[in-house]
């Protein structure tokens, strides 16, 4: 019996040729006999989040949609620790049921994709670390992963972490997990740190009138000792009357001015010290006199959602583009993405979403320097279709990618797990 | 205890120590190149002093070019290299070797810059953790990871062991509170991982190497993330009547929802301990003590109290005081800060554990403690940051009675095998260095431990970078892991120790 046929007989197939292992054992078997047939495979999910990253060049697809299942939850340990493609979705419904949630406040990127919501797994939430509007305050996804097990590109099950917070027994393998858009292992297993949910908050819009004015705030929002678990910026943009339309109809809300450009901050906690911390920031940033709008919890947490889902970006058919720069470069950036891309700043100014028309590949070259003078970086996280790839999505400089290189080898010597995905050569 | 296996000894490289001497002297300035017994007798160990070594030289360079020289120059001429922060590791992570350079970051203790815009310090890895909060606080912020040697150690250590400290479980430890490091590759590659921005794309190179315990590279500069100072901290101090239920009551803070900035146990032994040592006025009638401090805006603060008090009184408390002033609240501090010299002072000697178990298990673990402290009839302490379940029981002793120190050895490794079994870990945060290294294998089995060992090779491919350190040499489940202090001469008595 060839090797080919052997892993046909013991794993399920479909039709397409994907895998399916339904345990970790199945995915240690395959990864082994791809290993010694140096056959690479794709690894999927629930395919929420495969457009992100450079498309592999494999001649095998392995999904592991049916790794599935809450393991062991423990609200009073405050963690969970799951099987790795469970959907985000069902994770939050249990914790929910306990008031307890995934603190990084998953973004939905099914909106962007598919123009509904589609969370995906935990484990292709954790291979791209994209954290939400909560990032500054309570850390990436990274930071709450304690623990996971996968199977390694020679079919070695392997595990870094456990279950508790502090932890330091050997090299922190959670962290190079994250973000590592399945090129090092395929997760079998994952471990959360869960928060409890606040009991309430607020959001609170200030309608500013210049760039500058706008880091004031910020600047001012990041300083205070009464903090905010949120601020974004949403500009004007009146050039594009599509994304005006758009932007009106997703921010509508009754004690919003979504047609101005306006920044809103979220504050949580409980009542009482949710009203102390409001007085507080108003007269840290002098708004006694300036418009105000104050939306109550009922639209609080709905403006909220549609931020985190890039529900400005539904759809989009253009490049989007997501750049994380030094906050103090922030105002620089607004002036020239004024009028030239739709866009908006999310994480108390250091998070940029762009939306790059699709004919402006160019832009994307200009962008990515910019990202990089600015301290930081940026990724293109959806292409349109006229995408050629001349320009690499991801920001990486030699030294790193030398090093990355050197990571994937140690992980996957011959390359089987998402070749290429992230950048040529790893 | 004073014996462990190092590599084996590459008598080629100690024969040539005068031209390596001479080599490095010129990739630095002479006088930072120190090679004579009395100089290098100040090196010879870290914290965890009961490991002495003298290294073959000691190297002190002054600016990221001269590492990478010397890196560059060692990796040619397979010379090992032990990279050493402020020495305060109770793990033995910088015992140097007889035939290593010891690389002392000491001399990068500067601070670069301190950017308020961005809310981050750029410093030098030798600056002191406190020492960063010194510099930021008169406008209201400070660094987050507070590990008790705080006044001491430095930051590069601290990127080095992922170091945490009380406030952890609010804040994280290092590894959540740094957003860029400048790192040398044993081969002299200058690396810089993360800067000023958050999250770095890519495969999360800083998160590798925070607690990676100087395997991997040398950091040289790390930028450091600020918050600002809460606007209110206040501390309870909350005696119980039993171990269980003081145990029971801190687990439900944590389970109600109540995240506090830190949450202290200590028994019964330490209460007296710490209270006849440092006069902190803790309630000795008590079987357990709580700490637990709350930070935020005053009326958060207010109502995170309350909800303590109802829990602690549900849990039968038999006292409760809450700090009024700062410097009440630091009082509150004082005695728990004098844990370890308080139990050197009731002891000829003690072996300090450090073992992490989930919070629920914290009455069984203590419990279990004490019979086993019944069992093999020596006194223990037991203080414990209740909030992340990370535990430091103090097992005092004899050393000079030969049964004695075996017995201690045997409780310990019991306490240890106590703290695997309730799903915990062996090492919360003193690291694993060469004193707990033979105990991975409690913890990872041979796939895990070739992974990691395989990213170590990856990096540094001849194993020059701080060689028998972290991963087993033996290959045996040895009992070890332990800290052991003699007539309290700790190495650094003055610094209290968590």
């Not at chain 2, 100072?229 to 944590?254: H, M, N, Q």
Request: charged residues 25%.
């Amino acid at each position: 019996m060839s090797t080919k046929i052997k892993i046909n007989s013991q794993i399920f197939q479909d039709s397409n040729n994907i895998y399916y292992p339904k345990d970790e054992s199945e995915v240690s078997d395959l990864i082994r006999e791809l290993y010694k047939q140096d056959s690479p495979t794709e690894i999927i999910g629930n395919n929420s989040k495969s457009f992100i990253g450079n498309k592999t060049q494999s001649a095998n697809t392995t999904s592991l949609s049916k790794i599935s299942g809450i393991i062991d939850y423990r609200p009073e340990e405050l963690y969970i620790k799951v099987k790795a493609c469970t959907p985000i979705n069902e994770i939050e419904q249990v914790l929910s049921e306990n008031n307890q949630e995934l603190a990084f406040e998953p973004i939905d990127f099914g909106y962007v994709k598919e123009g509904k919501s589609n969370k995906g797994t935990i484990a292709g939430y954790l291979s791209c670390n994209y954290a939400g509007s909560r990032r500054f305050k309570v850390g990436s996804v990274r930071d709450h992963v304690l623990g996971f097990k996968g199977v390694n590109g020679k079919g070695d099950i392997i595990k870094s972490g456990g279950t508790v917070v502090k932890n330091v027994t050997g090299y922190d393998l959670s962290k190079l997990i994250a973000g590592s858009f399945g090129t090092l292992v395929a997760l079998t297993e994952i471990t959360l740190k869960v928060l409890p949910k606040k009991d309430s908050s607020k959001t609170v819009i200030i309608y500013p009138s210049n760039f500058e004015q706008i880091y004031d705030f910020f600047n001012k929002l990041s300083s205070s000792s009464s903090e905010i678990s949120g601020a974004v910026f949403i500009p004007e943009q009146s050039k594009d009357k599509d994304f005006v339309t758009k932007k009106n109809s997703v921010f509508k809300f009754n004690d919003l001015k979504s047609n101005i450009s306006f920044i809103a901050f979220r504050v949580e906690g409980d009542k009482i010290s949710i009203e102390e911390k409001i007085n507080n920031l108003k007269k840290e940033l002098k708004l006694s006199n300036s418009d105000i709008s104050t939306l109550d919890v009922y639209q609080s947490e709905p403006f909220w959602k549609k931020v985190n889902n890039l529900e400005v970006f539904e759809k989009t058919e253009h490049n989007l583009i997501r750049m994380v720069i030094a906050p103090a470069n922030g105002s620089k950036l607004c002036k020239h993405l004024e009028n030239n891309h739709n866009y908006f700043v999310d994480w108390c100014g250091s998070l940029f979403w762009i939306e790059v028309n699709s004919k402006k590949e160019e832009k994307i070259k200009d962008l990515k320097k910019m990202a990089k003078d600015f301290g930081g970086y940026l990724t293109v996280i959806k292409t349109s279709s006229e995408y050629d790839y001349g320009e690499a999505i991801f920001t990486v400089d030699k030294v790193r990618l030398m090093i990355s290189e050197k990571i994937k080898q140690s992980f996957d010597p011959k390359r089987i797990l998402n070749p290429g995905k992230m950048y040529r050569g790893v | 205890m004073s014996e462990i296996a190092l590599p084996k000894i590459d008598s080629s490289i100690l024969n040539r120590k005068s031209e390596i001497v001479k080599k490095l002297s010129k990739l630095t300035n002479i006088e930072n190149v120190l090679s004579e017994a009395d100089e290098l007798r100040p090196y010879e160990t870290d914290a965890l002093s009961v490991y002495t070594q003298t290294p073959l030289a000691v190297v002190l360079p002054e600016n990221t070019d001269e590492v990478s020289e010397i890196l560059k120059y060692c990796h040619s001429e397979n010379i090992k290299v032990v990279p050493r922060g402020a020495g305060t590791g109770l793990s033995g992570g910088a015992l140097p070797l007889q035939d290593a350079i010891l690389l002392g970051l000491g001399k990068f203790n500067k601070i670069l810059e301190i950017d308020y815009e961005n809310k981050c310090v750029v410093t030098q890895p030798g600056v002191t953790n406190l020492g960063i909060t010194h510099a930021v606080q008169h406008k209201g912020f400070y660094y987050a990871p507070d590990p008790s040697s705080q006044l001491a150690c430095s930051i590069g250590g601290n990127v080095a062991e992922n170091s945490g400290g009380v406030h952890s479980l609010k804040y994280g430890t290092t590894t959540n509170n740094i957003l860029g490091v400048q790192m040398v590759m044993m081969d002299g590659t200058i690396c810089r991982f993360g800067g000023k921005s958050f999250d770095q794309e890519g495969y999360d190179l800083m998160g590798l190497i925070c607690g990676s315990e100087g395997l991997l590279g040398v950091v040289t500069e790390v930028t450091v993330k600020i918050l600002k100072t809460p606007e209110v901290v206040r501390a309870a101090l909350i005696g119980f009547p039993s171990i269980k239920e003081g145990g029971d009551a801190a687990s439900e803070i944590i389970s109600s929802g109540i995240v506090p900035a830190g949450m202290e146990i200590m028994d019964k032994a330490l209460i007296e301990a710490t209270d006849n040592f440092s006069k902190a006025g803790y309630p000795r009638d008590a079987e357990l003590l709580l700490i637990v401090e709350l930070d935020g805006t005053e009326s958060e603060v207010n109502e995170l109290i309350k909800k303590v008090e109802v829990i602690c009184k549900k849990n039968n408390c038999s006292s409760l005081k809450l700090s009024n002033s700062e410097k009440e609240r630091l009082s509150f501090w004082a005695g728990r800060k004098a844990a370890f010299p308080a139990c050197g002072a009731m002891a000829p000697d003690y072996y300090c554990m450090d073992g992490s178990i989930p919070r629920g298990k914290l009455a069984e673990a203590l419990l279990e403690i004490k019979k086993l402290s019944e069992k093999y009839e020596l006194p223990v302490a037991n203080c414990f940051h209740a909030g992340d379940g990370n535990l430091h029981p103090l097992i005092m002793f004899d050393g000079n009675d030969k049964e004695q120190l075996r017995k201690t050895e045997e409780f310990g490794s019991e306490i240890l095998k106590t703290c695997v079994r309730l799903g915990g870990v062996i090492t919360g945060e003193h690291g694993v260095g060469i004193e707990k290294r033979e105990l991975m294998c409690e913890m990872f089995n041979d796939n895990d431990i070739q992974q990691q060992l395989s990213i170590k090779k990856s990096l540094d491919e001849k194993n020059l970078l701080n060689p028998g350190k972290v991963y087993p040499i033996l290959r045996k489940c040895a009992e070890e892991g332990r800290v052991h202090v003699h007539k309290n001469k700790d190495k650094f008595p003055d610094l209290p120790r968590f």
